[in-house]
């Protein structure tokens, strides 16, 4: 008997478990479609604050807006450094100079170009006609930029290439080096502005002889430089001998610049103005092409939608945006980036639908799921079928009869034949109700339930009226059983 009853509880377990499962699925399928809804966060830097590579960032942070992404914009001192942080997960993208490349970088990708810096070289006055400039600077200071950035490395390149040694242990070196970044020299330019008489002149003293500045023209730090502290800006010798020497090896353990990705560019004549134009004529120099990069783990969502904000961007002829296609870089495309610039092909376009159409069926069969075992189980205990009747029955003659075999007698308990009586009657009572909704149907069925009722009821011994019996461990056992059921 407890047998019985234990494959009655695991059998009504397996639709409860089976419910549980495909409402989990269902529910799964849920969190992923709600989480796909959300606004994506995308973590980007695009070197110091106040500057134009900043400022293309800003912008674009304001246009991924209309296409349903938040880009956090967060300052660094410039390329290397934004390229460690994608390394190192602290950002999903980043706005670098081409060229630029950091040891183990297989996870930064591609997404798209911008325009083209113009490296700033920039002189003293008093200096700026005495020469070759690889001599002019020799024993003079000359800013390297802040650690990190692109004046940084290319600066030491150019030095390298002029075979001018920078101080190193106990050798004095052939310059003196200075480390101001771009946000310190616009502070420097603006307070000696601000000053005057021997103030101005001493703060004017303390700024290097030869800057490198890499920024779009105008840059409002070379404009800033030449106002405060007269400063000329002269073309690059040799540029394209140093454009040229670009066999740097690809396996280095620091950060290199490979100059193959550089460009030449020109900087026009009177680009900047004072109490007259800057340069006097067109200067050759070197270009280095902005990349927007993102890490290869980053949220693929968010990389589509820079991806489209950046080739869809209102005023992308100001951004000069180029396609990854279109250009030599060190890095292979993003395939979020792939994926909007194959857009347009058919095949494409009917692997995006079927994906999406195959992805809405799944959750639609999980939740339909669900939803029918859930109902099945709730009607399950209110539906009764013939096969209940049968199966009631059955268990209670089988009682009757147990309980004659465990007792070794021909006598009940009272008080199990009066439950036992009672609980057929009760099934009568139920079977009319089922009749009478429409549950149970067969008119042969509902008379053979009938008749079983009648033959149990009549096989029941009689009650012996004024007689007492002992408590019935069989009845205890029935009561917990229907409890249980």
Not at 22 to 35: D, I, R, T, W
Not at 152 to 161: A, C
Not at 366 to 390: E, I, Q
Request: with cysteine; net charge positive.
């Amino acid at each position: 008997m407890i047998s019985q009853l234990r494959r009655l509880c695991s059998n009504r377990k397996l639709p409860l478990l089976s419910c549980t499962l495909f409402a989990v699925v269902g529910l799964a399928f849920a969190v992923s479609v709600v989480q796909d809804s959300k606004t994506p966060v995308l973590r980007m830097s695009a070197g110091p604050e106040m500057t134009h590579r900043h400022a293309a960032a800003a912008y674009l942070s304001e246009e991924a807006i209309r296409n349903n992404l938040s880009i956090k914009l967060i300052p660094s001192a410039g390329s290397e450094a934004c390229l460690k942080m994608l390394k190192a997960r602290q950002l999903d993208a980043a706005i670098v100079s081409s060229g630029i490349v950091v040891p183990d970088n297989d996870d930064i990708m591609v997404v798209g170009s911008l325009h083209i810096e113009a490296v700033h070289v920039l002189v003293r006055k008093d200096i700026a006609q005495s020469g070759p400039l690889s001599e002019t600077i020799r024993g003079k200071r000359v800013n390297l930029g802040e650690k990190g950035s692109t004046e940084y490395l290319l600066t030491r390149d150019f030095l390298n290439f002029a075979r001018l040694k920078l101080p190193a242990g106990s050798h004095a070196g052939d310059v003196v080096p200075t480390e101001y970044g771009k946000s310190e020299l616009m502070n420097k330019c603006r307070a000696i502005l601000r000053a005057s008489g021997t103030e101005r002149d001493k703060l004017i003293a303390e700024f290097p002889d030869c800057l490198v500045i890499v920024d779009l023209m105008p840059s409002q730090v070379v404009q800033l430089l030449i106002e405060a502290a007269d400063y000329q800006i002269v073309p690059i010798p040799a540029t394209r001998a140093f454009l040229a020497d670009n066999l740097q090896g690809n396996h280095e353990k620091t950060s290199v610049l490979h100059r193959e990705f550089l460009e030449r560019t020109v900087i026009p004549m009177h680009s900047y103005f004072t109490t007259r134009g800057y340069p006097s004529a067109d200067c050759e120099t070197v270009g280095a092409r902005l990349l927007v990069v993102a890490h290869k783990q980053a949220n693929y969502k968010a990389v589509q939608q820079l991806t489209k904000t950046l080739f869809e961007v209102r005023l992308s002829h100001r951004l000069q945006v180029k396609s990854p296609r279109d250009i030599d870089t060190p890095y292979t495309i993003h395939p979020a980036t792939l994926a909007y610039l194959e857009r347009d092909k058919p095949l494409l376009v009917v692997n995006k639908a079927m994906e999406w159409f195959s992805k809405g069926l799944s959750i639609f069969g999980a939740f339909s799921a669900g939803a029918l075992s859930l109902y099945s189980l709730l009607w399950r205990k209110k539906t009764r079928t013939p096969g209940h009747y049968f199966d009631a029955i059955r268990n209670l003659e089988s009682i009757s009869l147990n309980s004659n075999v465990e007792s070794g007698s021909t006598t009940h308990s009272n008080e199990l034949v009066t439950e036992l009586d009672s609980r057929l009657l009760q099934l009568r009572q139920d079977l009319i109700e089922d009749i009478c909704e429409g549950r149970i149907k067969g008119d042969q069925v509902i008379a053979n339930i009938l008749t079983l009722l009648k033959d149990a009821r009549r096989n029941l011994p009689k009650v012996e009226v004024g007689t007492s019996s002992p408590p019935d461990s069989m009845l205890d056992r029935y009561r917990s059983s229907r409890k249980a059921a």
